[in-house]
């Protein structure tokens, strides 16, 4: 149980949505295994960034995080027989 502090991260929005579904689209088309936290991503949408409206005991602040270009280049980057 956090006191002062607790940090969600998580992917949201349509962009993250689409640069997700292209990357599994590049798993796909060179037969490789798509991973299990790509799928979920997949099958189980993202939260939206009205996730924690309402909570009146909180105070919210939300920013991004990792490029969407960034994570795309990384996720490319890990299909390459090296680090497979």
């Not at 640069?19 to 299990?36: I, N, W």
């Amino acid at each position: 149980m956090a006191r002062r502090l607790v940090i969600f991260g998580f992917p949201c929005g349509a962009a993250a949505h689409q640069a997700d579904e292209v990357l599994r689209q590049t798993y796909l088309s060179r037969k490789m295994q798509v991973p299990v936290w790509l799928e979920e991503h997949m099958s189980a949408g993202f939260p939206s960034t009205s996730l924690f409206e309402g909570l009146a005991a909180w105070q919210v602040t939300q920013f991004s995080n990792e490029s969407l270009r960034f994570h795309s280049w990384m996720m490319r980057l890990e299909m390459n027989r090296l680090f497979v």
